[in-house]
């Protein structure tokens, strides 16, 4: 038996969504100019929301688009209650992300919002154990290693880890985020992956593999502003629009219009141009059509 990821598909009207937002916005204005693009798609953009108001673009791209605005400050919120780092390492500052995402649930409950896109934002909340969120992420979380994805993680981390395991290239995906636990770590990039974008080649710069994995020993372990840190930078800008901006917004349409499901067993399945269900590993977006990866 077949679970929807996204219930509310075969409503009538579609789906209200909130698009959340910390820094530059580039891929919520991808999701946004590809619903401009498409009448049909089975979502309806009703808010932005930051966590990052004086830093992002988020009050910009609100007002451009005619959109309603909700801010909560994290880094403020936090100082409120003592605490300089937002950091989930302690008890106290779990206490206070949980008032954060309890506050930030509030905001948005005049706004009947029916799922999220995570297009960028940095914080953990477990908003994501009441309203679907999506979330795109700059590796490819396909590629696991005794069943522990290899390129999980936060910023930079998943472009420099590519590159030093030697991958050719660079993939964006797209997962239905997990509520966390504890610091996070476990949840952390978990969760089906819905779809990876086309793959996008790794540009080292000219260096070697040698020399970067050699810098990366010089680190001891503390990540430094370095040539691998320039170099993954460089690729994870170029990752956005070649990855990322190709990516988010068609699986953001494919959920919305309840094509993706899950078995009993966690198969992620997906329902084709033919109507029908089929299990895959997930899907790959850039091309002409979507492609099932089985």
């Not at 969120?133 to 396909?142: A, E, R, Y």
Request: glycine letters at 8%; aromatic letters at 8%.
């Amino acid at each position: 038996m077949l679970k929807n990821l996204f219930p509310g598909f075969d409503r009538k009207k579609p789906a209200r969504m909130a698009i959340f937002m910390s820094g530059s916005g580039t891929n919520a204005v991808a999701l946004l100019n590809y619903f401009r693009n498409h009448p049909e798609a089975r979502f309806t953009p009703v808010l932005i929301v930051t966590d990052a108001p004086e830093r992002s673009r988020a009050r910009e791209i609100a007002a451009a688009w005619h959109l309603p605005l909700a801010e909560l400050d994290i880094r403020r919120f936090y100082r409120e209650r003592g605490e300089e780092t937002i950091a989930l390492d302690t008890e106290h500052r779990r206490a206070i992300r949980a008032e954060w995402s309890a506050a930030l649930a509030e905001m948005l409950q005049p706004f009947q919002i029916d799922f999220g896109v995570l297009a960028g934002f940095v914080p953990l909340t477990n908003l994501t154990a009441s309203l679907p969120c999506l979330n795109v992420h700059p590796g490819d979380l396909t590629v696991e290693s005794d069943g522990v994805r290899i390129l999980a993680g936060l910023h930079f981390r998943p472009v420099e880890r590519a590159i030093l395991e030697g991958y050719p290239s660079l993939r964006s995906s797209v997962i239905l985020a997990q509520p966390y636990t504890g610091a996070g770590n476990g949840e952390m990039d978990s969760g089906p992956v819905l779809g990876i974008s086309t793959p996008m080649a790794l540009d080292l710069e000219g260096f070697s593999l040698s020399e970067l994995r050699k810098i990366d020993a010089q680190r001891a372990g503390v990540p430094v502003r370095d040539r691998l840190r320039e170099i993954a930078a460089a690729n994870l800008e170029r990752l956005k629009s070649a990855g990322d901006h190709r990516v988010l917004p068609p699986v953001v349409a494919d959920f919305a219009a309840g094509r993706f499901a899950l078995s009993e067993d966690g198969t992620l399945h997906y329902r084709g141009a033919d109507g029908l269900f089929t299990p895959v590993r997930t899907v790959e977006y850039g091309g002409t059509t979507p492609n099932p990866v089985v």
